[in-house]
């Protein structure tokens, strides 16, 4: 299963990209897709997810008020449009597919996911 994550590059501190993710359309509509982040020496952690109807977000508290997670069924993808960057926001961002609906971001974990897109790099400079 192939998720396409795009829209990573370079912004300044304070100034806003967005993320795009795209899946196959049998995989898209009954999953909850999520974001996730990365550096170097680090885990993998939760950024946000959405339902699968697209009713529900949840957002880890780092990125609450300044990221918002989207989804557009018809094009079987979703976004993370990111205002507000800090530069410790720098990382490779990850999309990520849920078969199983949750609703606590504490099992929103790297565990919990089943299929993942390839990375996209977000760097944001000082």
């Known amino acids: 299963v192939q998720l396409q994550a795009f829209g990573g590059g370079l912004a300044q501190a304070g100034g806003f990209l967005r993320l795009s993710c795209a899946a196959p359309?049998?995989?898209?509509?009954?999953?909850?897709m999520g974001w996730f982040r990365q550096t170097a020496g680090k885990e993998r952690e939760f950024v946000a997810a959405?339902?699968?109807?697209?009713?529900?977000?949840y957002y880890d508290d780092s990125v609450k008020g300044r990221f918002t997670v989207s989804r557009d069924n018809a094009k079987n993808t979703v976004y993370l449009q990111m205002n507000s960057l800090k530069p410790e926001d720098t990382a490779v961002y990850y999309c990520?597919?849920?078969?199983?609906?949750?609703?606590?971001?504490?099992?929103?974990?790297?565990?919990?996911?089943?299929?993942w897109g390839q990375g996209t790099l977000v760097t944001v400079s000082s």
């Open positions: 959405i339902h699968r109807n697209g009713g529900s977000t």
């Open positions: 359309s049998r995989l898209f509509s009954r999953s909850q």
């Open positions: 990520a597919a849920y078969q199983t609906i949750l609703t606590a971001t504490a099992a929103m974990t790297i565990n919990t996911v089943d299929y």
